[in-house]
């Protein structure tokens, strides 16, 4: 029988319960083992709602148990670094929430230390192991559209009425540009294959949400031709959509990043004056996700994404919201790889 990792999730966030902890527990290696709270209660309903079989009343106590292999972290975005670290010393390979970290550096600091204890670090950015993704990267390495002269991206919900989210505290990592920005910005660092040169963005800053960016539109500057424009916000209608625009056609992704029952996973190529809708197989990325982090632990495949490309985007969000709170074109410094 094929060995499956054992996972522990680390908070009862709703990404965790709605989407992340079903996909593991679909996919074709791995199982939550166990799923911990720093309110008992809370650890032990979500535990029985699920069918995972161990609650525990912290995080502390999750990675003291020997037998979970890997953590997943949907806590808010101020505590990834703190909670991957230490989980990285008791010896747990890390898949966590986007934004990695608050900061690239921070980031690095994960990436550091998960390297020194030997442990795998991954950022959940779920829409990048459908297939799909690999089809579109075939199509425009093919020439099929040309060579690329833009990528517009989009990623908007409103949200706004819920004041107390913890999207919409500044000093735990709220705003736009973390929690829906960051998904366009790593599709065109994905799809180009190369690092951006600079970041222009404006932004709405809401007093009533703690001074975090609720929208924001950027033009990201890649090297050559090519630049991202993208826009973001969390008080605005849903969107949700990608296009890679080439000299000779054209890839529209209706249901970028996430998709619904009725969005299908389908996308369309516009090229030698005809429209084609490209046919998908239906998967559950979330469980593509979880199978292709259990491959690498278990020596199967290299990590698809190391933690290096984590580190990358996050330098592109630094720069996006110095940005935006300038109202300046910041350059973005290439580092050393994490």
């Not at 996972?7 to 996909?23: D, E, L, M, S, Y």
């Not at 799923?35 to 209660?41: F, G, H, N, P």
């Not at 010393?89 to 998960?114: F, I, R, S």
């Not at 992704?253 to 046919?279: C, L, Y």
Request: proline share 5%; charged share 25%.
């Amino acid at each position: 029988m094929r060995k499956k990792v054992k996972w522990g999730v680390i908070g009862c966030a709703g990404i965790a319960k709605r989407a992340v902890i079903p996909g593991i527990q679909e996919s074709e290696l791995n199982e939550v083992a166990a799923i911990a709270s720093r309110d008992a209660d809370k650890a032990r309903r979500t535990a029985k709602e699920l069918n995972i079989p161990g609650a525990y009343p912290s995080y502390e106590a999750l990675l003291e148990d020997d037998s979970i292999d890997a953590v997943y972290i949907p806590l808010p975005n101020h505590l990834h670094k703190e909670w991957t670290i230490r989980a990285a010393e008791a010896g747990k390979h890390v898949l966590c929430e986007k934004p990695l970290a608050l900061t690239a550096n921070e980031a690095a600091e994960m990436a550091e230390a998960c390297d020194k204890a030997g442990v795998l670090l991954s950022e959940a950015f779920m829409y990048r192991h459908h297939p799909r993704y690999r089809m579109i990267r075939e199509m425009i390495a093919s020439g099929r559209i040309g060579a690329i002269r833009g990528i517009h991206g989009t990623f908007t919900f409103n949200n706004a009425a819920d004041a107390a989210n913890v999207r919409y505290r500044r000093d735990w990592g709220g705003g736009s540009l973390y929690d829906v920005g960051c998904y366009p910005i790593n599709a065109a660092r994905l799809l180009l294959g190369t690092e951006p040169e600079a970041a222009t963005v404006q932004a709405f800053f809401s007093a009533e949400h703690d001074g975090v960016d609720m929208m924001a539109s950027g033009l990201i500057e890649f090297p050559g031709s090519a630049a991202l424009t993208f826009d973001c916000g969390m008080w605005a209608a849903f969107r949700n959509t990608l296009q890679v625009v080439g000299d000779k056609g054209l890839i529209e992704v209706p249901s970028a990043f996430v998709t619904g029952t009725d969005d299908g996973s389908n996308f369309f190529v516009t090229a030698d004056g005809m429209r084609e809708e490209i046919q998908v197989p239906d998967v559950n990325q979330y469980a593509a996700q979880a199978d292709d982090f259990a491959r690498a632990i278990l020596g199967e495949q290299p990590l698809p994404f190391p933690p290096s490309d984590a580190v990358n985007n996050m330098r592109v969000i630094d720069a996006c919201l110095q940005s935006a709170r300038s109202r300046a074109r910041i350059a973005i410094v290439k580092e050393r790889e994490a």
